[in-house]
């Protein structure tokens, strides 16, 4: 099928962008539009009006903030987050998620900003800014406005963006300087939409030299079981505060992990399987995380 007839402007300006969001009751932002495209193909949309932000260049770019944070705009492009060496550095479970994040092709022209936006429950996108506490810029008729990650998304694709509004920025805060990553996702094909994907962050707090060093913060969020990428905070709480984490603790974070979610099944896996993912997958993220860590000094 093809889309619906619509009216399609370029604004250059982001101001330009908001009113032409304002002046119709029924407008949609395309940037990369490899979500978008899709659902207006199948009529799953129809927009009078689409507004493509795709050259205002206030909203690109990835930029170092305070305390080792990055600010991404909106406008990156999923391959300009995999390539990027700042982000390597800083955030190497983003670097790494990236390489999942579907096709290459889709990858060269989907955006940060769309991914957030879309709110697939199954994107790696969402995932990694509930995982790293991230702050989503939001401009509208009202000026700017700051939402924390957790409580951007309320839903399968359903966020907390008004009709119209903009998500113009993702600031990403600096993780603590002792800090350890894993990755993982399982999807029937390369490409395909993750049935189940782990992501963890662990940090040493303490003092080394005294040998009082023991897990500070730690991290760890889901996707592809539930509506909503998800942090683990009761599973987290089990974790802070260990010296030592061996195989039975690991089975207990598992085990609250696999009890806590709430997937839902369809024509690619039941409930009971992602369950089964998420637990066994979550031993050897957090086993990996742990190996990385203990490589950590206190000069590092």
Known sequence: MKPAAFDYERPQTLDDALKLLASSDNAK??????????????????????VDISRIDELRGIRETKGRGLSVGALTRHHEMETSKLVEERFP?????MQYVAHLAIRNRGTIGGSLS????????PMMAVLLDAHLHVA????????????????????????????????????????????????????????????VILSWSGNFLTGGK???DVRIALMGVDETPVRIEVAEQLLSGAKHIDDPLLEQVASVIRDTIQPNGDLHASADYRRHLAYT?????????????QGQTDED
């Open 93 to 97: 479970v983003i670097h790494e998620a």
């Open 118 to 125: 879309h709110a697939d429950p199954a994107a790696e996108l």
């Open 29 to 50: 932002i395309i940037a990369g539009g490899q979500s978008l495209m899709p659902m207006l193909n199948f009529r799953l949309l129809a927009p009078e009006l689409l």
């Open 214 to 216: 023991k897990i500070g």
């Open 140 to 199: 509208g008729p009202n000026g700017l406005r700051q939402v924390a990650a957790r409580d951007f998304f309320l839903g399968a694709l359903t966020t907390d963006l008004e009709e119209n509004e903009i998500l113009v920025q993702v600031e990403f805060p600096g993780l603590p300087k002792r800090s350890a990553y894993a990755f993982d996702e399982f999807a029937q094909r390369s490409g395909d939409f993750a049935l189940c994907s782990v992501a």
């Open 281 to 293: 997958m979550s031993q050897q993220t957090l086993k990996t995380a742990w190996q990385r860590l």
